[in-house]
């Protein structure tokens, strides 16, 4: 009798320590997941790369070119930005770019705006892109410099990246997004505050 109670309490120390060793791993395991970020519940469907940098880069002080001059993203200060940069050659970026002047169409305003910056050769091949495929919400910008790509350390075209009122990266998605869908919508009015 005294050797089975010996036995169970041995079993119950060797349980007691295996479950002590599971919980200990889980919690490892737990602490060296990134934490959710405010804007991961976005990042389904088509904004399922929707992503937050640790250290995201400030947002450039680039001078872009629009048919009525030039602007610099630091003039979108006090709006949601989004900014793409696309090119006419990219059919990725052309599959997107009628997805974007519709959420321009949407949402854009006074407090939030798509900037879709071409990296064409010419603003012209991007200004007949437009008029053959009727965009007519989204503003024509272009960067002849090429600099964007630097600057926001982007990984390839096309690429959205988002900023806040003050010019703070907030997210960005590279590839192609149906940025009229559902979740795009619903991110867009959480940033809003709408």
Not at 6 to 21: D, P, Q, R, Y
Not at 76 to 91: E, F, S
Not at 155 to 171: C, F, K, M, Q
Request: aromatic residues 8%.
């Amino acid at each position: 009798m005294l050797s089975h109670s010996v036995l169970s309490l041995a079993n119950a120390i060797k349980l007691m320590i295996f479950g002590g060793l599971l919980t200990f791993a889980f919690a490892g395991v737990k602490a060296c997941q990134q934490p959710e970020g405010a804007l991961d519940r976005f990042a389904v469907g088509s904004l399922g790369k929707l992503t937050s940098l640790d250290a995201p880069p400030t947002q450039p002080g680039l001078t872009f070119v629009t048919p009525d001059g030039e602007i610099m993203l630091a003039d979108y200060r006090g709006k949601v930005v989004l900014v793409n940069a696309w090119a006419t050659w990219c059919p990725p970026c052309v599959a997107e770019m009628p997805s974007l002047d519709e959420l321009q169409r949407l949402r854009g305003g006074d407090d939030f705006a798509v900037v879709p910056v071409s990296l064409d050769r010419t603003m012209e091949e991007a200004a007949d892109f437009y008029d053959r495929t009727g965009l007519t919400d989204l503003p024509l910008v272009h960067d002849g410099s090429f600099a964007i790509n630097a600057q926001l350390e982007l990984p390839g075209l096309p690429t959205s990246v988002i900023y806040d009122e003050h010019g703070r990266e907030l997210a960005r998605l590279p590839g192609e997004a149906d940025w009229a869908s559902e979740e795009a919508l619903a991110l867009i009015d959480h940033l809003t505050g709408r």
